[in-house]
């Protein structure tokens, strides 16, 4: 329903409870993914402003954005426990229990730099991301030499 579709997970578990409750036919789930880009954005758009000589004003502005938008992901998204920001519906706050790739992308904001901490980033990174029962991609730049296989069911 409403913007599942446009997510780029389409079919996913990711949004399969983001129910379209304003008739505006937006998503109703706060999405770390959709904001993680955002606050990438937003550094980017920090960056050009300040390289464009736009003034303080502006930069002031974009930086607020950021802001307002980091402290509030850390604050509703982060799951201590799990070790990942986590989506949740808009209208009560409910954790959606799925992960995705797109679970990554507040890393994107810069850890320790404004977006995720350092030790947030540690977390991910460790628990889910080089996690061979995750998402298991490899620390090095070579392959794992035997890597685990994928469920009997996936081959």
């Keep these: 329903g409403a913007a599942t579709l446009e997510s780029g997970l389409d ?9 379209n409750r304003t008739g505006l036919y937006l998503q109703d789930e706060y999405d770390a993914g959709y904001t993680g880009m955002f606050l990438m954005d937003c550094k980017a758009l920090i960056s050009l402003a300040k390289m464009g000589g736009l003034g303080s004003g502006v930069v002031d502005i974009l930086q607020a954005r950021f802001n307002n938008v980091s402290n509030a992901m850390q604050s509703n998204l982060w799951n201590e426990t799990a070790g990942f ?16 790739p797109t679970s ?27 996690n ?5 991609v490899w620390k090095s730049k070579s392959p794992p030499t035997n890597p685990p296989l994928p469920p009997e069911g996936a081959r």
Excluded: C, W
Excluded at 11 to 19: D, E, L, S, T, V
Excluded at 85 to 99: A, R
């Design 11 to 19: 079919n996913g578990p990711m949004y399969g409870g983001a129910f």
């Design 85 to 100: 920001f986590q989506n949740k519906q808009s209208s009560d706050l409910s954790p959606v229990n799925h992960m995705a």
């Design 104 to 130: 990554f992308y507040p890393l994107l904001a810069g850890p320790g730099n404004g977006g995720p901490s350092n030790s947030q980033a540690d977390i991910m990174v460790e628990k889910h991301l080089t």
């Design 132 to 136: 061979p029962t995750r998402f298991g």
